[in-house]
């Protein structure tokens, strides 16, 4: 089944404790994009990669990481999480970059809490 | 810059009724439009997009949209609604012109009353 896998779905840590969320999906996808969903605000987006070794800053990318490595692969790292951090966290693929023409593929999710 | 905007946060119809979820946006070229839906405990599911043609889309489950230039809209619209279409709507917007990302809308809750 063709999917997009997040994990932990929920995630309780406190401040200043590195952590690292993983996402995988096994559609041979070249781009891959972190969310963060907050009430009100809709998605915003993090960070992107248009393909392996290549990720750029999205909207609110201040104390978070991501590496692509392989394809398959796009982890979210918090070097030093804060309580402004505590979000709903989305992953998502696309065939390419220019996603008009393929839609965007999303994972179901990872609930983080920050004290 | 891009922007997208649903001015409702809430929507509630009766079942059986017709639904509109409102969207309007704001590009310098033209728009590139989608609507993606979240079930609860669920990542976000594609439901249609328009890229050019005719202003009337028809995605799934029965949803459709339609564009319009001239009020810079992409309204979603279904003719009956259904109680299991009860979830949280984004709309998003790519500027075809310039940008390479999508920028969503901050959502609206659909529920439909029994």
């Known amino acids: 089944e063709a999917q997009v896998t997040q994990n932990p779905r929920y995630l309780i840590t406190v401040t200043g404790k590195k952590l690292t969320v993983t996402c995988s999906q096994n559609?041979?996808?070249?781009?891959m994009s972190w969310y963060r969903q907050d009430p009100g605000l809709g998605l915003r987006q993090i960070y992107y990669s248009m393909n392996v070794e290549v990720t750029d800053k999205g909207d609110v990318p201040e104390g978070y990481k991501v590496s692509r490595k392989e394809k398959r692969n796009f982890p979210l790292i918090l070097e030093s999480p804060s309580p402004n951090q505590t979000s709903l966290y989305f992953c998502a693929s696309s065939s390419r970059w220019d996603s008009y023409n393929s839609p965007l593929h999303f994972g179901n999710g990872t609930r983080l809490t920050v004290t | 810059a891009q922007s997208v905007a649903q001015p409702e946060d809430q929507v509630n119809v009766a079942e059986g009724n017709p639904l509109t979820v409102k969207c309007t946006y704001s590009?310098?070229?033209?728009?590139?439009l989608f609507w993606y839906v979240q079930y609860p405990n669920r990542g976000l599911q594609f439901l249609l997009k328009y890229i050019t043609g005719d202003n009337l889309v028809k995605g799934s489950y029965g949803f459709e949209a339609e564009f319009n230039k001239s009020q810079t809209s992409f309204h979603l619209k279904k003719p009956s609604a259904l109680v299991s279409d009860s979830a949280l709507y984004f709309c998003?917007?790519?500027?075809?012109?310039?940008?390479?990302?999508?920028?969503f809308g901050s959502g609206t809750q659909l529920t439909v009353l029994p």
């Open positions: 998003a917007v790519r500027d075809t012109g310039s940008a390479r990302q999508l920028t």
């Open positions: 559609m041979n996808h070249e781009y």
């Open positions: 590009v310098s070229g033209n728009p590139y």
